[in-house]
């Protein structure tokens, strides 16, 4: 368990810095082209390419940010309908079924990167998988800490504590 968590808290970190990164790097591109379109009258043939594929990343990386700090909107009136002795069972559920969306996101996200890795991005000539390789990261980062946030969730206070995530009281 305490594995667990610390290789979720090395993944999130890094996470956490690939988001600020991207979104910097973005924010820059768009800054950048819009003074050379307008104030120096030469648009910049990649900038805006660019920026596309980092927003791609940062969103991607704070999906799984979100995830694990538990900012995600759920729908969690339909629980509260449920009988208190059902909540569980279908909170449960609601993770298994998290964790295959995941598995299948990393599944799939790994067979587009390898479809894409030939063809080229117009104005960077960036092999496109590159830029695919958001969805199967994203799925890693989110498969492990949905595992964690579940761990947590259903060990009690011990595994919560070790994280330094809150859980959501119902």
Request: aromatic residues 12%.
């Amino acid at each position: 368990m305490k594995a667990l968590m610390a290789i979720t808290k090395i993944l999130v970190g890094f996470v956490k810095w690939s988001a600020i990164v991207a979104a910097v790097i973005m924010t820059i591109m768009i800054f950048l082209q819009v003074i050379f379109r307008y104030l120096i009258k030469a648009p910049l043939s990649f900038s805006e390419e660019l920026a596309r594929y980092m927003f791609v990343w940062s969103v991607a990386m704070g999906s799984a940010l979100a995830l694990r700090k538990r900012n995600h909107i759920g729908v969690e009136v339909f629980v509260q309908w449920l009988p208190v002795r059902f909540r569980d069972q279908v909170e449960i559920l609601g993770s298994l079924l998290s964790l295959l969306f995941f598995g299948l996101l990393v599944w799939y996200g790994f067979v587009m990167v390898g479809a894409t890795m030939d063809q080229l991005s117009p104005a960077l000539l960036l092999p496109m998988g590159y830029v695919y390789l958001a969805i199967p990261s994203s799925g890693i980062v989110l498969f492990v800490c949905e595992i964690a946030n579940f761990l947590e969730s259903y060990l009690g206070s011990d595994a919560r504590a070790e994280s330094g995530v809150r859980r959501v009281e119902k």
